[in-house]
């Protein structure tokens, strides 16, 4: 089954800590490519991390870096996300995807999970 399930969103206070979790079929954990997406209201999905999990190589959005951590447990076919100092401004829907590569908008995506909410208050 080609699937995508995001858990561990809620609310937390600024400065607080959320980790997000993606379990993820083993065909879909296969793409050479997964990665996390948030949208909130009124402006675009973008991009926040992603790592290419058969090499370990990641990349951060600049609003992330140094706050927000991807892993993978590759036992598991899990991919997590862990942020830190989080902030009012983190607050949106964070979809859980895979794909080719990692470095594309969305639409070069293939699989999406059905998104978490976070929110953060001040």
């Known amino acids: 089954q080609v699937r995508l399930v995001e858990s561990g969103g809620g609310s937390v206070q600024a400065g607080g800590s959320l980790r997000l979790s993606c379990a993820a079929s083993?065909?879909?954990?296969?793409?050479?490519?997964m990665g996390w997406f948030r949208q909130a209201p009124g402006k675009e999905r973008e991009r926040v991390a992603s790592?290419?999990?058969?090499?370990?190589?990641?990349y951060y959005a600049d609003s992330v870096k140094g706050r927000f951590t991807i892993s993978q447990d590759n036992a598991k076919n899990t991919v997590y996300l862990q942020m830190n100092s989080l902030k009012p401004e983190d607050t949106a829907m964070y979809y859980c995807?895979?794909?080719?590569?990692?470095?594309?908008?969305?639409?070069?995506?293939?699989?999406w999970g059905q998104g978490t909410q976070v929110t953060v208050s001040s």
């Open positions: 995807a895979a794909g080719p590569v990692c470095h594309g908008g969305p639409a070069t995506w293939n699989y």
């Open positions: 083993r065909y879909t954990y296969s793409s050479n490519c």
């Open positions: 790592m290419y999990t058969r090499v370990g190589s990641t």
